[in-house]
């Protein structure tokens, strides 16, 4: 099969376009053809009418990192050995046989980006990764991020050790010591490549931030409190950096400050209790006041914060909470991809980009319904035989 017929289709494109009644094509897992009427095609799945969506697109998890139901041997998110650690790839701690994945599938999640804990100032390597698949070199699609994490999770991580930092201020310290380092070290190679000379000795953990100081990945900045929100926005515009703000908690308490600054702000997870002091103003209404405000705002999980599977939910209660219903469905689409810049790939149906999507009767957002249909990759991942009714 590589085409759906009589479908009702949300491209998410920028347009925003609906087709009331059309087709999709895909081939080598690339969608080909989008339009109107019918297909041509002998063969092509034939979905009577219901509705089509991008692939669902989660932008912060730490998916695969954890197995569910094995506990501490299975943990592998946190490198708690020193605060430092941006030469850590990421995908050598995922398990792609982690049960969470074939639960992403079924509820239409075909693309997540995984990340390391918030444990550590300077953490590592961010990846976006496909739903699917054995292997997790072939189910990579790019590195799109570093990660940083600011406020009390680096600290009491190394308060409890006796090590730095203790404090915020040694927090965004370590992480301007390690841009100011991995700068030079660029420099110093770029000129010693100029002018033919001996470059500087190799160095793992500035190596892995060049990518990001020239803005070819995005710094992904955990930060709930206010005051750290801008801590790492300030850092960001030291460093000429392209970013993300994760969870961004008070997002709400200062979100004409946040649209002045034209931030993305990946916002999650909503089903979660306020387990620890910087969460003390967690609202589920923090993703419509964002988007009020103009702030351009995904959900995400945090999986295993909340279970990857609940996404859509998620989303719904966001809803519920003040956020449009056509925004929850960007804030889990093309919104994200965007934020990670991965927009070229994924997130809305378009020639060229992957043939990920499912196929829903009725709302995608209604805890009732969960997808008849999901393609990803050009390949059915999983069919529900029986209706939502």
């Known amino acids: 099969m590589n085409c759906i017929k009589n479908t009702r289709i949300i491209t998410m494109d920028s347009s925003r376009r609906v087709i009331e009644r059309g087709f999709i094509k895909w081939q080598d897992g690339v969608i080909t053809e989008i339009g109107e009427g019918e297909c041509g095609e002998a063969d092509a799945y034939d979905a009577h009418g219901l509705t089509l969506y991008p692939g669902f697109v989660d932008a912060h998890t730490h998916l695969g990192l954890t197995t569910n139901g094995v506990g501490e041997e299975s943990d592998d998110f946190n490198e708690e050995s020193e605060p430092c650690t941006p030469h850590m790839h990421i995908i050598d701690g995922i398990n792609p046989f982690d049960e969470s994945f074939g639960e992403a599938i079924r509820a239409g999640i075909t693309s997540v980006v995984v990340s390391p804990g918030s444990a550590n100032a300077v953490a590592g390597d961010i990846a976006l990764i496909h739903t ?3 292997r997790v ?6 590195t799109v991020g570093v990660k940083f994490a600011m406020g009390e999770n680096p600290k009491m991580t190394y308060m409890n050790k006796e090590q730095t930092p203790y404090t915020r201020l ?3 310290a370590l992480i301007r010591e390690a841009l100011s380092k991995a700068r030079r070290y660029m420099e110093d190679k770029q000129k010693a490549e100029a ?13 892995a931030l060049i990518p990001l100081l020239q803005r070819k990945v995005k710094a992904h900045f955990h930060c709930h409190r206010a005051d750290d929100i801008f801590t790492a926005i300030r ?10 703000l994760i969870h961004c908690t008070d997002g709400h308490l200062i979100a004409d400050e946040l649209r002045e600054e034209g931030v993305c702000a990946v916002v999650g997870p909503l089903l979660c209790d306020k387990c620890k002091p910087e969460l003390a103003n967690l609202t589920p209404a ?7 405000a ?19 939910l998620t989303a719904a209660i966001a809803v519920k909470n003040g956020l449009p219903h056509d925004k929850a469905i960007e804030a889990i689409t093309v919104d994200p991809a965007r934020a990670i810049g991965a927009d070229d790939l ?13 196929l829903f009767e009725g709302d995608p957002l209604d805890i009732y319904q969960s997808p008849m249909l999901v393609v990803a990759g050009g390949e059915v991942r999983y069919e529900r035989k029986e209706t939502n009714a």
């Open 132 to 134: 699917y698949g054995k």
């Open 137 to 142: 070199d072939n189910m990579l699609i790019r």
């Open 170 to 172: 040694a927090i965004a």
């Open 195 to 207: 002018e033919d000379e001996d470059a500087p000795e190799y160095d793992a953990k500035n190596e």
């Open 235 to 244: 850092i960001a515009k030291e460093f000429d950096l392209d970013f993300v």
């Open 286 to 292: 923090n993703a419509g006041v964002l988007d009020k």
């Open 294 to 312: 103009g702030v351009s705002v995904s959900i995400c999980t945090d999986h295993s914060e909340t279970p990857i599977q609940y996404l859509p």
């Open 346 to 358: 994924i997130g809305s149906l378009e020639k060229g980009k992957y043939a990920d999507m499912s």
